[in-house]
């Protein structure tokens, strides 16, 4: 234990990043912005565990791989022993599939973001939290370990959780957002808002409302309504002459905000986005986001909060108002900044401080 | 309508919907399966077991859902329950044998995100901890309804073969031998391997049935005893079937080499491995304390455990009512007895049972179920009757129809009907239906028929029957006997009898020639028969041909309404064609009837004295004609024409119109001496079958 903290301050403090690199949403994406930031307060090492919820294979996340390579840090995986004074574990949800995490984690701090929502709405566990935390438990030793939730939605279900669950008590929550950097170049608004609709997201199930929801979101009258992911609707033989369904991944992100001036994202109601990187993507491409009020509690005043049955009038209201649709874009433009790599660096600065000072006591 | 979907495409799942669907009925329960998943390789088994319950999409009307064996759910699965739309007062409730929390959760959000809202998801691991398969599909639950044991006269025992139980040397002996106890009723479960290698040996006769042939609930509920061999427990369905016994109070006989029932902890019997050990300890063991094992077996806390009321609970099922049954119940009425007779060559069948349905006590209510082609004659005889859909070509299964009969018998009968059947070979649909309905059943069955496999299927089936009535012939050389006991009852020969006074000929022959507007001396009439037998248009023209010249004869062609009729037997001077169900009033009034040698035709020729030249067909399918004819022959009773032997047809016709031919059958035909018709008797028997017996 000692040898494995006894690094000099002087290269700064070691930080361990410990994760299932295969994760293609998200959870990489999230992860491969603040190695970035991470790389410049310490000595990065990135642990990659090859969980059974993907399998034997050794694929890396694109948007992993290409900061790993620019940063030049190793990937190393499956490492029986992982070491160092702050430990952070993402998404421990990639442990429900396997009954141990398989190695050890010696830290003077481990935290877990959490990714995931613990609670789906209603109060159903969203994956076997207690399981996935015990195995993290079990596995480490370290004088702290804390859960970082994502967002404030994602912050309720991880302390609804602990309130309910009494066993795992010895995990304390961070005080402050673990967020998504969302470093995106923001895009100016159009001057000419134009009933152009538009919703991207994965093709789960979860990721979508019901279809009277869909048809009251993207109606006809509408000039356009294009829905990027629509793999699962194209499988179920859904007819909408007025919609253009286009598979995931079917164009590039940036196409497709060129066809929309407003993301209509609302999902099935017995799930939440735990963060919302689709609307952070779209406040920075400069389009108006209508979503409903949890799914965008994250972004406060930068959405328009409303329910499948309110899109029209809003949409309405802001097409026949160019200034209010420049306001309301500026104003999620706005709320981006609050999730800017400058914001993550000031957090983890002090995260890595109190680590500091936890060694020097 | 409660709908009940699997989670996943497969065999294994639409058997489990399959069996989870026949236990809700059972229960009273409006119960469908929805017709759009219906596998395109269903095989035949399975597709009668599905019909009852298969609603095309758009007239579902579902007010809950149940969906089995969520612990692995296909996503095509969850786009069809997402696109079902069900509102929020319809409960859904999932079933799944969870690997662990995760696993559930997993499935459970699935689900929600499909349906928009929480389903009610049960873990059958928590309540069945040792299932009888590990990973079944199927609830595997029953209804705890101990019923008196034996259920009949005598235990009825099932067998269910191991799958390397027929290579010992001397199996199908030992087994023939149980059959043939007086003790117990028997039945084997088989592959269809076995069952052919069964039905290819002498041992043809032994009751057999495949696994997928029958429900598992229908053959829970007419089993006392059920005796598994083999390794493991073979199948989903023997586990339902073992389940759904012990808790109606049946006993299950574990002969399993791997003891795979006792293993589990189920409340079972250890029988002996080597089936020629079980008869003795059946005998000496079980069969004495049938009652007592079967109570305790019912009472255990593993069949506590599998109790389906749990399930119908969970979903939010409104309690059953009383009476349970495979599809709505008809309409309470009093009893009646639904005769459904055989199209076969054509119409024979259907005159022969209205002859026994006008012969049924008073009180007694008959109705009919038949093919298009008999419907107007038995509704002529003042009978209710539901049209059956005719064999077709174009069907996409040769049992399609058959499939359709199954339906329309299960919507028609009600609880306490008796069905009559009157025909050689026992359609699945009646098999299916006497066994899963319980009903009093007789067998109208005439002998005579050529050998081959379907009588041999036809007699494997006999044991469905309470009684057979087999009408007999007239002459003893024709009465085959095709099996002795207790549940056969030869009458005399059923045949319609007609009036014959003089004066009523005399006025006939006069309105014939009014109608056909041609006095004649003499009156020939022939009707030959042929509907899908056989043509006789050869024959038919060569008689017509025959007569032309003769100016005196009034040749009428006699058909039944509907039949084809070559067209180029209106082209002859003195041949009508009359199209009629009153054959036999023509008959009467003739002076000679060429006539094929149906049961029928002969025996109402020889009851009413009637000159005939009988010319046999000699369809493979078909009774035997020739023999009947020759008897009549050789007695000097009739003449016999083989089919092909036209130009001695023309010798016999002038014997018969110009010697003395016709007069010496007519001589013999007064002093024959036959044997009293059977109709009465048989309408006896049939009224006392059943519950007022």
């Not at chain 2, 007010?63 to 696109?83: C, F, K, N, Q, S």
């Not at chain 2, 089993?223 to 759904?244: I, K």
């Not at chain 2, 080499?257 to 079980?278: H, I, M, N, T």
């Not at chain 2, 026994?356 to 005889?381: H, N, Y």
Request: proline fraction near 8%; charged fraction near 20%.
């Amino acid at each position: 234990m000692a040898a494995a903290f006894d690094a000099t301050g002087a290269r700064g403090p070691r930080l361990a990043y410990v994760i299932d690199p295969r994760f293609a949403g998200g959870t990489s994406a999230a992860v491969a912005a603040e190695l970035r930031v991470a790389a410049g307060m310490g000595r990065v090492t990135v642990h990659a565990r090859r969980s059974a919820m993907f399998g034997a294979d050794h694929q890396v996340a694109p948007a992993l791989r290409e900061v790993l390579d620019e940063l030049g840090l190793p990937l190393v995986w499956d490492a029986p022993e992982i070491a160092a004074e702050l430990v952070i574990l993402h998404n421990p949800a990639f442990l429900k599939f396997q009954p141990e995490f398989g190695g050890r984690i010696l830290a003077r701090h481990l935290v877990v973001v959490a990714h995931e929502n613990f609670l789906r709405p209603g109060g159903v566990e969203g994956f076997d939290v207690g399981a996935c935390l015990a195995r993290i438990d079990r596995a480490s030793l370290a004088l702290r370990k804390s859960i970082a939730p994502v967002s404030a939605h994602n912050r309720a279900t991880v302390e609804t959780w602990l309130a309910a669950n009494p066993a795992a008590l010895r995990w304390d929550v961070l005080d402050s957002d673990w967020f998504n950097i969302c470093d995106m170049a923001p895009v100016p608004p159009t001057d000419a808002p134009r009933d152009r609709r538009g919703r991207h997201s994965r093709p789960g199930f979860e990721k979508f409302p019901a279809l009277a929801d869909l048809d009251r979101c993207f109606p006809p009258h509408a000039e356009a309504n294009v829905i990027l992911g629509a793999d699962m609707l194209i499988a179920a033989q859904v007819v909408r002459p007025h919609w253009t369904m286009l598979p995931f991944r079917s164009v590039e992100v940036e196409a497709y905000f060129g066809m929309i001036d407003f993301l209509v994202y609302f999902t099935a109601p017995t799930w939440r986005e735990s963060f919302g990187r689709v609307i952070a993507e779209a406040l920075a491409a400069g389009k108006v986001v209508l979503t409903d009020p949890d799914t965008g509690a994250a972004f406060g005043p930068g959405v328009l909060a409303c329910t499948p049955a309110e899109v029209d009038a809003a949409i309405a209201r802001l097409v026949a108002d160019p200034a209010a649709y420049r306001a309301q874009a500026a104003r999620g433009q706005a709320v981006l900044a609050g999730f800017s790599t400058g914001e993550f660096a000031t957090r983890l600065a002090a995260l890595i401080a109190g680590v500091a000072r936890g060694r020097a006591a | 309508m409660i709908l009940v979907e699997a989670a996943s495409r497969s065999q294994r799942a639409y058997d489990a919907q399959l069996i989870f669907a026949a236990q809700l009925a059972a229960r009273g329960h409006h119960v469908a399966i929805d017709a759009a998943g219906l596998p395109a390789d269903l095989d035949r088994g399975r597709t009668y077991e599905a019909a009852p319950f298969l609603v095309d999409p758009e007239d579902l009307a579902v007010t809950a859902l149940i969906l089995l064996g969520a612990d692995e759910i296909e996503d095509r699965v969850l786009a069809a329950l997402r696109d079902r739309a069900l509102g929020p007062e319809v409960p859904v409730l999932a079933t799944g044998r969870f690997a662990d929390h995760q696993a559930y959760l997993g499935a459970r959000g699935k689900i929600a995100y499909a349906l928009g809202r929480e389903p009610r998801v049960i873990d059958l691991g928590e309540s069945q901890p040792r299932p009888l398969i590990a990973r079944a599909i199927t609830p595997l639950v029953a209804a705890r309804a101990p019923r008196p044991r034996p259920l009949g006269r005598v235990p009825m025992l099932t067998v269910a073969l191991g799958g390397s139980a027929l290579d010992a040397p001397g199996a199908l002996a030992r087994l023939a031998q149980m059959a043939g106890r007086a003790t117990f009723g028997f039945q084997l479960i088989a592959n269809a391997g076995q069952k052919d290698l069964i039905k290819a040996s002498r041992y043809h006769d032994l009751p057999v049935v495949t696994f997928t042939e029958l429900s598992p609930v229908t053959l829970a509920a007419g089993t006392d005893v059920f005796a598994v061999y083999g390794q493991g427990v073979p199948g989903e369905r023997m586990a339902a079937l073992a389940t759904c016994l012990m808790a109606a109070g049946g006993v299950v006989i574990d002969c399993t080499e791997d003891r795979a029932f006792l293993s589990q902890g189920a409340p079972v019997l250890r029988g002996p491995e080597d089936p020629a050990a079980l008869e003795p300890y059946l005998t000496d063991a079980v069969f004495v304390n049938l009652a007592q094992i079967g109570a305790q077996m019912a009472a255990s806390p593993w069949v506590a455990a599998a109790d389906i009321a749990r399930l119908e609970t969970a979903a939010g099922l409104a309690p059953p009512p009383a009476a349970p049954m495979l599809a709505p119940a008809a309409p309470t009425r009093p009893r009646r007895t639904l005769f459904l007779p055989t199209n076969g060559v054509g119409l024979g069948h259907a005159q022969r049972c209205t002859v026994i349905a006008d012969a049924l006590p008073e009180g007694e209510t008959a109705a009919f179920a038949a093919f298009p082609s008999c419907v107007p004659m038995i509704q002529r005889r003042g009978y209710d009757c539901l049209p059956l859909v005719q064999k077709s070509e174009a069907h996409p299964e040769p049992y399609a129809n058959d499939v359709l009969t199954y339906l329309r018998l299960g919507r028609t009968l009600a609880p306490g009907d008796r069905l009559v059947f009157d025909g050689g070979y026992v359609f699945d649909s009646i098999f299916r239906t006497v066994l899963e309905r319980d009903l009093p059943a007789v067998w109208i069955r005439r002998g005579l028929w050529p050998q081959g496999s379907s009588s041999d299927i036809a007699l494997d089936r006999e044991r469905i029957f309470a009684r057979v009535i087999v009408p007999t012939e007239a002459f003893p050389e024709l009465n085959d006997a095709y099996g002795v006991g207790p549940r056969i009852h030869p009458v005399g020969p059923v045949l319609r009898m007609g009036q014959r006074a003089d004066a009523d000929r005399a006025g006939l022959r006069e309105r014939l020639a009014d109608r056909f507007a041609r006095p004649f001396d003499r009156l020939v009439i022939s009707m030959l028969g042929g509907g899908v037998a056989s043509d006789r248009t050869a024959q038919l023209q060569a008689i017509a041909g025959m007569l032309a010249p003769r100016p005196d004869v009034l040749h009428l062609v006699v058909v039944w309404p509907g039949a084809n009729v070559p067209s180029g037997l209106y082209a002859w001077p003195n041949t009508r064609v009359v199209q009629t169900f009153e054959a036999l009033s023509l008959c009467l009034a003739a002076d000679l009837v060429i006539s094929a040698a149906g049961y029928n035709s002969v025996h109402e020729i020889l009851y009413h004295r009637i000159p005939a030249v009988l010319i046999p067909q000699s369809a493979p399918y078909l009774d035997d004609q020739t023999r009947r004819a020759q008897a009549l022959a050789e007695r000097g009773l009739a003449e016999m024409i083989e089919e092909a032997d036209l130009m001695r047809l023309d010798r016999v016709l002038a014997d018969c119109l110009d010697g003395g031919a016709a007069e010496r059958f007519r001589t013999a035909l007064a002093a024959v001496d036959l044997p009293a018709p059977g109709a009465g008797q048989a309408a006896r028997l049939i009224a006392e079958t059943g519950g007022d017996a």
